[in-house]
């Protein structure tokens, strides 16, 4: 299999120089003596980073997505990952020209005034430039970089290949690397087309266009030009502000007063955020300060809405009572709940291992006062406990992980004192009051006094059908125990025993009283009779036990 992966491509030898030349020492053994000394090992985590930077935009991504899986990675890999960044030069104008001409099918001089071919970022799989509409709208499009598709592809399918390479050592003996390889595929996959992206971005504007918890007219998502929209051409509203840890917050139009502004803004964030992952089950999973801006008008916008999380009612309502289980520091909840979120029997796990490794990752936080947690931190420590004890949780988790952990990041910059179990408590009593009224509570009321009264008109004919049953001993009660089968066959068994032991017994004693008759020689012969009998079913009951194992 690795003379395969080596020979079969130019990419695939590539791939193993890029690898040699970084210093992963294990593979060079493996490849040159066919055996190592020791047990595989992954790279160490920044040789993995530069190994990945190396292979190129398709690898950047691929540990862009490791980073949301603390469920797969030990903490010091996440860490490494999470900053994951590839430096892209920018692809000339020419080419980018003629792509946006091929997606557009329209003169440029008629759609566009200006188009600027000064690319304003550049990064792994686009680049954005900034050009202004015909009626005068400004505009960002972001343009895929041309023959980016192929290559996708390609190193997909290489993937596959690494992903059973990878599968010998201790991290892929343990994990479903061919699984993740196919699902970082689609997800890849996915972010090529932008049209998918337009379709995140513009439900994510419906989502939050409406709040009990936030004014939404403080939140901005881009608009879609949808007919300036394909697969790799974005064309979105442009926005005028700066990243969010970058703004100014000093002006007088926001009053002067930054640290309350900042304030605002970190509640702000978090009610947002808060809403799309445990209201609206789809949120943006990568909420890093570049994808974050800070408008001149004072509204906050959220960019790049290509990696979205989902999550499922029942997943929500898991995750919305573990968060709980954190801010209480309860260990054996925090147990139960991984294991329903893994979707596995209890008897399959170890629950005494499992809640305490919960227990002595959540002493650590007993003596810190609030301002001192850090919610992100303990959260990705609940998913590593996880996986130490082979729960393999939802992909989503991880993403939601790093929702939160860019989230309290930005919002700790912009506001020291900041706490999150603090603002999301005041969000969960709310959340946790429409679960137990509903959300049109007149309604609910009419509902449940519509089932009482058709109980109160079914009861009383449904007691005297009862009564008359019970009256005409006509009633028969049918009860089924399950486990009974075993202890019936014990049971039986056992009384099978004791009556042939019994049995041995009985005969035993009368061979010996008519043996003990001397005088009646006629009949001596029955107590050999009796004896042999005896011995017979003796042997055969000793035999029985034995071979059933249960002697003891």
């Not at 160490?44 to 930077?53: D, E, G, K, S």
């Not at 964030?269 to 300060?289: E, K, M, N, S, Y």
Request: charged residues 25%.
């Amino acid at each position: 299999m690795l003379s395969n992966f080596v020979q079969s491509s130019a990419r695939q030898r590539e791939i193993v120089e890029i690898v040699f030349r970084n210093g992963w020492d294990y593979m060079r053994r493996l490849l040159t003596a066919g055996k190592a000394d020791d047990e595989p090992k992954l790279p160490p985590p920044a040789v993995l980073r530069n190994i990945l930077i190396d292979l190129g935009p398709v690898y950047v991504k691929l540990g862009q997505l490791l980073s949301t899986r603390p469920d797969i990675l030990p903490p010091e890999y996440i860490e490494e990952l999470t900053a994951l960044q590839a430096e892209v030069p920018p692809v000339p104008w020419d080419e980018i020209e003629i792509l946006i001409r091929q997606q557009i099918r329209q003169p440029l001089e008629e759609v566009f005034q200006t188009l600027n071919p000064q690319p304003v970022a550049a990064g792994s799989i686009a680049q954005t430039h900034r050009a202004t509409l015909a009626d005068g709208r400004e505009v960002a499009l972001k343009v895929q970089r041309p023959g980016l598709e192929e290559v996708v592809e390609q190193d997909i399918a290489l993937l596959k290949g690494l992903a059973e390479l990878v599968s010998i050592t201790d991290i892929g003996q343990a994990q479903d690397l061919m699984g993740l390889a196919d699902e970082f595929g689609n997800a890849l996959r996915a972010e090529l087309d932008f049209a998918k992206e337009a379709t995140y971005t513009d439900r994510l504007s419906r989502n939050l266009s409406k709040s009990r918890w936030y004014d939404p007219k403080k939140l901005k998502i881009p608009e879609v030009f949808w007919n300036l929209t394909t697969e790799k051409l974005l064309a979105i509203e442009w926005l005028d502000g700066d990243p969010i840890l970058l703004a100014d917050y000093t002006g007088q139009e926001h009053g002067g007063d930054s640290e309350a502004q900042k304030k605002e803004l970190v509640t702000l964030l978090t009610r947002v955020f808060f809403q799309q992952i445990c209201l609206d089950g789809f949120f943006h999973a990568d909420p890093h300060p570049g994808n974050l801006f800070y408008l001149k008008n004072g509204q906050v916008a959220l960019l790049d809405c290509g990696m979205i999380g989902r999550m499922d009612p029942r997943t929500q309502q898991l995750l919305i009572e573990m968060l709980l289980a954190m801010v209480n520091l309860d260990a054996q909840r925090c147990s139960q709940l991984s294991v329903e979120m893994a979707g596995v029997s209890s008897k399959r796990v170890n629950l005494a291992n499992l809640e305490s490794g919960y227990d002595r990752l959540l002493r650590r936080y007993y003596n810190l006062s609030l301002s001192e947690l850090s919610f992100s931190q303990m959260f990705y420590e609940v998913l590593q406990v996880s996986r130490e004890n082979n729960l393999r949780l939802p992909s989503n988790m991880g993403l939601c992980a790093k929702a939160i952990a860019n989230l309290e990041g930005i919002a700790r910059t912009l506001d020291p004192e900041y706490n999150f179990a603090e603002q999301i408590k005041p969000l969960m009593t709310d959340l946790f009051g429409r679960q137990l009224v509903g959300e049109a509570p007149l309604q609910g009321l009419l509902r449940t006094a519509l089932d009482l009264k058709n109980l109160s008109l079914q009861s009383p004919r449904q007691l005297e059908v009862f009564l008359d049953r019970v009256t005409t001993e006509t009633l028969q009660w049918n009860i089924a125990v399950s486990g009974l089968d075993g202890l019936r066959r014990t049971m039986d068994d056992a009384a099978n025993r004791l009556s042939f032991s019994v049995l041995v017994g009985s005969l035993i004693m009368g061979a010996a009283m008519i043996s003990s008759q001397t005088e009646i020689s006629q009949v001596y012969w029955v107590s050999d009779v009796l004896f042999a009998a005896a011995s017979i079913v003796g042997l055969w009951l000793i035999f029985s036990i034995l071979r059933s194992g249960r002697l003891r």
